[in-house]
């Protein structure tokens, strides 16, 4: 990734344990199992791109560090829940034993628990100190709202559902597309709303970013699916094959690897075409999409 990303996520790491709640000895199995997967490390693409949508807009990016990191947050306990054998099965994520490998399937599930809720609880305390600033505190409940909808049932959720639900069946074009957009691009545009929202910016240039983060999460998405059948498992840090032995709906299950290809370009350009009006402004836009494109991990 370019230098750009690099800052946006040294800014992001240095600050994303800081929200983790202070607990009772008693309970500290639950903190050490969030900061366990917390700390896989990752692209940490979501609050990155929250970061960099806020700073494009002209906001005040360490102003926008609590709602970044809870997108991670919610990212993570997303990826602990996806990891248990009653989802997606996986012993290796980010070269290292998933959670229920470590903690027990129990504490997973209540490691991913934690990490939701101490989302909303450190975007509820940094809206807690505006109340006396109405136009501060209406950016922040739009960019929690906007996290809380891309995390939720009609969202990240509502996507897993069909996900699970489509495995072993032949989805039309309509249905794969509704599962990428919701389990995958939810989130993402989650992000690069929230971060616009933060930033003060106008409608006409969220809706661009929103056509550009949906673009952009189909075609992460569908990148993802070809990895899993060509990558090289030790770059990518967790098991090949997945999806096959799943019986999971993707885009080279169900069209093969070359028209996977083909749509992935397609996505790729249809999101730096959004984003064009704003030339050289937008560049770190064109080039993240076109990374994550040609990606081998």
Do not use: W
């Not at 990303?5 to 500290?28: M, R």
């Not at 990891?83 to 490691?111: I, Y």
């Amino acid at each position: 990734m370019n230098g750009e990303y690099g800052y946006y996520k040294e800014l992001i790491e240095k600050h994303l344990l800081d929200f983790l709640p202070d607990v009772d000895h008693k309970s500290i199995t639950v903190y050490n199992a969030m900061k366990y997967s917390l700390e896989a490390g990752g692209k940490r693409l979501r609050p990155v791109l929250l970061l960099a949508t806020c700073d494009f807009v002209g906001g005040d990016i360490n102003a926008a560090i609590p709602y970044a990191c809870a997108l991670e947050y919610i990212h993570t306990y997303s990826l602990i829940h996806d990891d248990l054998p009653e989802v997606d099965d996986d012993e290796l994520r980010r070269g290292k034993p998933t959670n229920h490998m470590v903690f027990g399937h129990a504490m997973a599930l209540l490691a991913g628990d934690g990490l939701l809720s101490t989302a909303f609880e450190m975007m509820n305390k940094d809206m807690l100190m505006y109340f006396q600033d109405t136009c501060s505190l209406k950016k922040r409940i739009c960019a929690s709202y906007e996290i809380a909808k891309g995390a939720g049932c009609r969202g990240m959720i509502a996507g897993q559902v069909a996900d699970i639900e489509a495995e072993g069946k032949r989805c039309s074009t309509e249905m794969l597309d509704y599962i990428h957009l919701n389990k995958t691009a939810a989130l993402i545009t989650a992000a690069v709303r929230a971060g616009a929202h933060l930033g003060g910016s106008d409608d006409e240039t969220i809706g661009r970013l929103t056509m550009y983060a949906e673009n952009l999460g189909l075609a992460f998405q569908i990148a993802d699916d070809i990895l899993d059948v060509e990558g090289n498992a030790s770059e990518l840090g967790k098991n090949t094959g997945k999806d096959a032995e799943h019986n999971k709906s993707t885009y080279p299950a169900l069209y093969g690897l070359e028209a996977s290809r083909m749509r992935l370009q397609e996505l790729t350009q249809n999101a730096i075409n959004v984003m064009a009006p704003y030339y050289d402004n937008a560049e770190f836009f064109t080039n993240l999409v076109k990374e994550l494109a040609e990606r081998k991990k």
